[in-house]
């Protein structure tokens, strides 16, 4: 059984994955008119080059923003965003248990003690209020479909209708096997 230490991951990071698993799959539909564009226009007619440049600067960018939408803006991104631990049980089961943002609360302690005893009178503003944490979750290994390997993170291809996955830091792992391997020593 493997457990990370606490580790966030960010929606570029998250973005960059998505690409990096739908352009393999997805990606031929995209590039395909535009070359047959360039083609025909480097063949046949100029025109066509400028449909092909339309396609890359127009089309293209447009999809970005659909993939983002589509798929960013899902309550399994946010589970992928969220600061959590994991706990891996290859075989059985994945369990996420999520915990406070770091940031709100240093923010939050921060912002108490740099109050002057004249400003905490009722006329000061509450801070926003923090975002639920979600409870605690388990994943079944038979909704896992695979398991990739990039650069920087472990990804966990899961089932659904959407392109999920979860991304663990290799540095939220090492840590934690490297802490586990130095009290064994």
């Not at 973005?15 to 008119?33: D, E, F, K, N, Q």
């Not at 009722?122 to 409870?135: Q, R, S, T």
């Not at 999920?164 to 830091?169: D, G, K």
Request: aromatic letters at 10%; proline letters at 8%; one cysteine or more.
């Amino acid at each position: 059984m493997k457990k990370t230490n606490p580790f966030v991951t960010t929606s570029g990071d998250y973005l960059s994955v998505l690409l990096s698993l739908w352009l393999p799959r997805y990606g031929w539909l995209v590039v395909t008119p535009i070359l047959i564009c360039g083609v025909l226009g480097a063949v046949f007619d100029e025109r066509l080059m400028l449909v092909a440049l339309m396609l890359l600067f127009i089309v293209v960018p447009m999809l970005m923003s659909f993939l983002y939408t589509y798929y960013m803006l899902t309550p399994e991104a946010r589970r992928a965003v969220v600061r959590k631990v994991v706990e891996i049980d290859e075989g059985r089961s994945i369990r996420l248990t999520y915990l406070p943002d770091e940031k709100s609360e240093d923010t939050e302690k921060r912002s108490k003690r740099m109050l002057l005893p004249i400003a905490q009178n009722e006329d000061v503003e509450p801070p926003m209020p923090a975002l639920p944490i979600p409870a605690p979750e388990n994943i079944d290994w038979s909704e896992v479909l695979g398991v990739k390997y990039t650069s920087r993170f472990t990804v966990y291809i899961l089932r659904g209708q959407r392109l999920t996955f979860l991304l663990i830091p290799h540095s939220a792992i090492k840590s934690v096997e490297k802490a586990v391997a130095d009290s064994e020593g």
